[in-house]
Structure formats: structure tokens, C-alpha cells
């Protein structure tokens, strides 16, 4: 059974940069996808960036970012770890949110396909101040 736990939100200004990890034990799958997610209060969550990756690959396929934080966010995967980090540059106000690392046996990955990821962590608060 897949477990995912996340870590590293917090507190920035706007303007700052936040590290989130995403640690992944029991994970099967021979090949799947890896995304994080973010849900505002009174929002729908909403997919950041999906990306796909298989057991012989050393690091991640196909991701695709949400426009909103494109140019500003770099998800990556560090296998020897079996961590999927997301690294976020020039935080807004507007990224505040709860965000979420979730993962899926199944694709193509589709990064507004919220039925999709079978696994999610409990989340991590980011909460970024103008």
C-alpha cells in the first residue's frame, strides 16, 4: 500500500521560496504519475503539476504545470530518497493554500483529474503573506 507524507510548508513572504517534500513508501507501481495539489479555503483543489515516472526511470516524464505557476515551481524526484520534492520560487499571496502530494497506477497523467490519484498525504500548509 502507497503512503505519502508530506513536509516543508510554512510562512514566507511574498516574493520568498518554499521547499515541499512529498516521502513515498510502498510504492508498486511499475509505472504511475506523482502530482501535487493545492486547495484554498472555500475552493476546489486544484492539480499544480503532474509528471509520470516508472520504475526504470531515474526521474520524472511528461510534467505538466499549471499555468499559474509555471516558470515558478520545478517538481523533481530523488529515487534514493524516494522523494518528489516541489521547489516554489516567487511565491504570490494567491499560492496559499493547503497543498497535497497524491500519486495514481494508472495514465497519462492528467493534472486536473482529481478521481485519478488513488493516494493522497494529509497535506501541508503554505501560507504566503504580501
Known amino acids: 500500500q502507497v503512503q505519502l507524507v508530506e513536509s516543508g510548508g510554512g510562512s514566507v513572504q511574498a516574493g520568498g521560496s518554499l521547499r515541499l517534500s512529498c516521502t513515498f513508501s510502498?510504492?508498486?507501481?511499475?509505472?504511475?504519475?506523482m502530482a501535487w495539489f493545492r486547495q484554498a479555503p472555500g475552493k476546489e483543489r486544484e492539480g499544480v503539476v503532474s509528471?509520470?515516472?516508472?520504475?526504470?526511470?531515474?526521474?520524472?516524464?511528461?510534467?505538466d504545470y499549471a499555468d499559474s505557476v509555471k516558470g515558478r515551481f520545478t517538481i523533481s524526484l530523488d529515487k534514493a530518497k524516494n522523494t518528489v520534492n516541489l521547489q516554489m520560487n516567487s511565491l504570490k499571496p494567491e499560492d496559499t493554500a493547503m497543498y497535497y502530494c497524491?500519486?495514481?497506477?494508472?495514465?497519462?497523467?492528467?493534472?486536473?483529474?482529481?478521481?485519478?490519484?488513488?493516494?493522497w498525504g494529509q497535506g501541508t500548509q503554505v501560507t504566503v503573506s504580501s
Open positions: 510502498g510504492y508498486t507501481y511499475r509505472r504511475g504519475c
Open positions: 497524491a500519486a495514481a497506477g494508472d495514465w497519462p497523467c492528467q493534472l486536473n483529474d482529481v478521481t485519478m490519484y488513488t493516494t
Open positions: 509528471s509520470y515516472t516508472a520504475t526504470f526511470y531515474t526521474g520524472l516524464r511528461s510534467t
